[in-house]
């Protein structure tokens, strides 16, 4: 069983940066594609990235490609999203997940964290 704990959110100005992190507890992390999701009020959880269990392929959302990178430590059982250029309708609650292979739904990740709150102000 993974545990995954997410940290790194905050407040940043439109056109800033931030970097979350996921730590995972468990020896089988890096078994496990892992994938990042976004929540904002009154919408439904959406894929951002995924990244494959080696961390060689990488998979994102069109509205970040370019300005988020997905990225992976498997010696720090720990996932990084670097979010550069950031936008307000960038602001939501950012989850991390695992998956048995890389992906983009949402069905197809469980052991979610409990999430880190990311605002971006105009």
């Known amino acids: 069983q993974v545990r995954l704990v997410e940290s790194g959110g905050g407040l940043a100005q439109a056109g800033g940066s931030l970097r979350l992190s996921c730590a995972a507890s468990g020896r089988t992390f890096s078994s496990y594609a892992m994938g990042w999701f976004r929540q904002a009020p009154g919408r439904e959880r959406e894929f951002v990235a995924a990244?494959?269990?080696?961390?060689?392929?990488?998979d994102y959302a069109d509205s970040v490609r370019g300005r988020f990178t997905i990225s992976r430590d498997n010696a720090k059982n720990t996932a990084y999203l670097q979010m550069n250029n950031l936008k307000p309708e960038d602001g939501a609650i950012y989850y991390c997940?695992?998956?048995?292979?890389?992906?983009?739904?949402?069905?197809?990740?469980?052991?979610w964290g409990q999430g880190t709150q990311v605002t971006v102000s105009s």
């Open positions: 997940a695992v998956s048995p292979t890389i992906a983009t739904l949402r069905g197809s990740f469980g052991n």
């Open positions: 990244v494959s269990a080696s961390g060689g392929t990488t």
